[in-house]
């Protein structure tokens, strides 16, 4: 399940592009999913595990990847850890949603996050809710943001 902390969260990773920088490990570029989600996010492919091909700007060591697909790959690969999401893009909201039905996942937003028009379960814990679209999660982040 995804939860969901609103607002300044002292315990979050605030700067999760710096972070991943000096944690990430080779062995992630090897996962599937975290390919997926660089391929989509940065149109990127991985060439090994110090080398991801993109198209904006060619070969690129892992610590030069976007700050989303970096935020991304934490949540998935630390997720015992409080992450930012803030700094994705809404277009790493599906990503979020699909590492959440692997494994239990918590992040903080300082901003809202568009999740879609599709069904979700997301758990705000400002206040405990649990909500299932995007218009009652709006609601309820709005009071927090």
């Known amino acids: 399940m995804l939860s969901i902390y609103f607002g300044d969260m002292p315990q979050a990773i605030y700067n999760t592009p ?3 920088n000096n944690v990430y490990l080779d062995a992630w570029l090897e996962d599937p ?3 997926k989600m660089i391929r989509s996010v940065d149109k990127g492919e991985v060439c090994g595990p110090n ?3 993109t198209k904006a700007l060619g070969m690129i060591p892992p610590t030069k ?3 989303g697909v970096k935020t991304l790959m934490l949540i998935h690969n630390q997720p015992n850890k409080v992450f930012n999401a803030s ?3 809404d277009n790493c909201a599906r990503w979020i949603l699909k590492i959440a039905k692997m494994q239990d996942v ?3 937003l300082r901003h809202i996050m568009d999740f879609g028009d599709r069904k979700f379960t997301v758990k705000v814990l400002n ?3 649990i909500v299932s679209n ?3 999660l709006a609601e309820i982040a709005a009071r927090y943001v």
């Open 18 to 20: 710096t972070y991943f």
């Open 127 to 129: 206040n405990g809710q």
């Open 106 to 108: 918590t992040i903080n």
């Open 65 to 67: 990847l976007s700050g």
């Open 51 to 53: 080398a991801v091909n």
């Open 33 to 35: 999913l975290d390919q």
């Open 87 to 89: 700094n994705c893009g």
């Open 134 to 136: 995007m218009g009652d």
